[in-house]
């Protein structure tokens, strides 16, 4: 029973983990950060690119506001996937900001002893959520994970090895 409590514990430790997020700006980045302003008014925290995607990340009081311009932005790249994500600095926070659309029903932590990653799995209460989560062929998933593994530093550690996996949740 103590040791079902202390892990308990432990997963909410690092679920309400603090975080920093790297912001460097390329050339690429920062037309971007005039474009979106130029849309929406509003100067977005960072922009991250990976693949096709482009985040947006935003502070909490603009980010409806952003979000009823989302059409048109996609309108206006239609070659690439645009998603607004409320920046957070708290570990599972962030996690709700990257899956807005779909319901997350339940947030579980598995530990891998042997490569040390952590393991963060986002059930979801449908295939059809879960799809939209991981994304065609798996990509908007990985593109999350991608910014995990090079852009977000976990209080004071470098290197914190953090997965995200989406399943669907048995009832």
């Known amino acids: 029973m103590l040791s079902t409590i ?7 430790l690092l679920l309400y983990q603090k975080l920093d997020m790297k912001k460097i700006f ?6 971007l950060f005039h474009f979106f302003h130029d849309i929406t008014k509003i100067f977005p925290q960072n922009i991250i690119i990976v ?20 059409p048109y932005l996609r309108k206006k790249f239609q070659h690439r996937r645009i998603v607004l994500v409320r920046e ?3 570990l599972i926070n962030l996690i709700y900001g990257f899956f807005p659309d779909p319901y997350i029903h339940k947030l579980r932590i598995e530990r891998n002893i042997y490569s040390g990653k952590i393991e963060i799995i986002v059930g979801f209460l449908s295939y059809e959520e879960r799809g939209i989560a991981v994304g065609c062929n798996g990509d908007y998933i990985k593109a999350v994970n991608e910014i995990f593994d090079t852009q977000i530093k976990f209080g004071e550690y470098q290197g914190f090895p953090v ?9």
């Open 6 to 12: 202390q892990s308990m514990f432990i997963d909410n």
């Open 26 to 31: 390329s050339n690429k980045e920062l037309l």
């Open 51 to 70: 693949k096709d995607i482009m985040f947006f990340f935003l502070d909490n009081q603009n980010y409806f506001e952003a979000k009823m311009k989302l």
């Open 88 to 90: 957070e600095n708290v």
């Open 163 to 171: 997965r995200i996996k989406c399943e669907v949740v048995k009832l």
